[in-house]
């Protein structure tokens, strides 16, 4: 599922949340078969918490690091909802892109959700280890000011050229070799492929597979509290209201009404004035009480007829 808020991540309220194990390296072959090599790391992901919501991204709409695709533009926002939102805003939202896995036998209970604090990870930034200056690509999740989270997995290709400098520094890593886009292969449909022994992490991984990054605990399902319903209602044919006629058909389904005020007095119509049967008003108000007291008994005539 994914999830557009405006300056904001979100995460599940009655379940675990874990991200997803980032910043591996993998081998050349993974771009082959990289739906066997997700859904392998998923599947052992949700076998040590398997009752966790997993989060894959968690990313500013505008921008990317790298970008398969163009990021989110105002159009694409727009069409996506915002522009239903009071000052058509065409910036500053979060995508955060979650993912559950359940069977029809153990569906549990229904997603809540909450805000949750940024999160950053899987970008290519090295930190520090040791007093010794050694250091290493970040892993995993950790909190910060911005959120910058995305699964990412890499297929380094160390240069094999000439090296005529000097000194040459090592681990100062580019763009694809040559400057070409591998283009996009995403791993579609991964929930219906194989499952077995046959595929194991160590046939992708280049060293160590650091672990998931446990986010926080799910607490108790929320109990929604539904205000109740008043009672219908039953005003037969109709109700006079301030000099007009208010008509309720009970046959209607989810044709309730709450009670209206208390009727205000109708002046009294004169006696008609000729043999009009009628036709003339009377004064202060007497033409809309006429009115509405012919509707109403037209109404109910009509009922007693049927």
Not at 119 to 141: D, P
Not at 235 to 258: F, K, N
Request: net charge neutral; charged share 15%.
């Amino acid at each position: 599922m994914t999830i557009l808020a405006r300056g904001q991540r979100y995460e599940v309220a009655n379940y675990d949340n874990v991200a997803i194990p980032t910043n591996i390296d993998v081998s050349n072959a993974t771009r082959r078969e990289f739906g066997a090599f997700y859904t392998t790391l998923f599947d052992q992901t949700m076998a040590k918490h398997p009752h966790a919501v997993v989060t894959e991204y968690s990313w500013s709409s505008n921008t990317c690091d790298p970008c398969p695709t163009p990021p989110l533009g105002a159009r694409d926002l727009q069409t996506l909802g915002a522009d239903a939102l009071p000052d058509h805003p065409s910036s500053g939202f979060v995508i955060t892109r979650l993912h559950a896995r359940y069977s029809k036998d153990a569906l549990g209970d229904d997603l809540f959700f909450r805000a949750a604090p940024p999160i950053v990870g899987g970008r290519e930034f090295m930190q520090n280890t040791n007093a010794a200056g050694g250091t290493r690509l970040e892993q995993g999740a950790r909190s910060d000011a911005q959120n910058n989270f995305q699964a990412r997995y890499v297929i380094r290709h160390p240069w094999t050229g000439p090296i005529a400098c000097g000194s040459p520094q090592r681990g100062m890593w580019g763009g694809p070799p040559s400057g070409d886009e591998p283009g996009i292969h995403p791993a579609a449909h991964i929930g219906f492929l194989p499952r077995g022994a046959a595929v194991t992490l160590g046939s992708f991984v280049r060293g160590a597979l650091p672990p998931e990054t446990f986010l926080s605990g799910g607490g108790a399902t929320p109990v929604l509290s539904i205000p109740a319903t008043p009672p219908p209602v039953d005003l037969d044919a109709g109700s006079l209201v301030d000099g007009s006629a208010v008509i309720v058909d009970a046959g209607l389904p989810g044709a309730d009404v709450t009670p209206p005020p208390a009727p205000s007095p109708v002046p009294p119509t004169p006696p008609p004035q000729s043999g009009c049967a009628g036709c003339s008003t009377a004064p202060g108000g007497g033409d809309f009480a006429a009115a509405s007291l012919f509707v109403l008994a037209f109404v109910v005539m009509t009922r007693r007829k049927r």
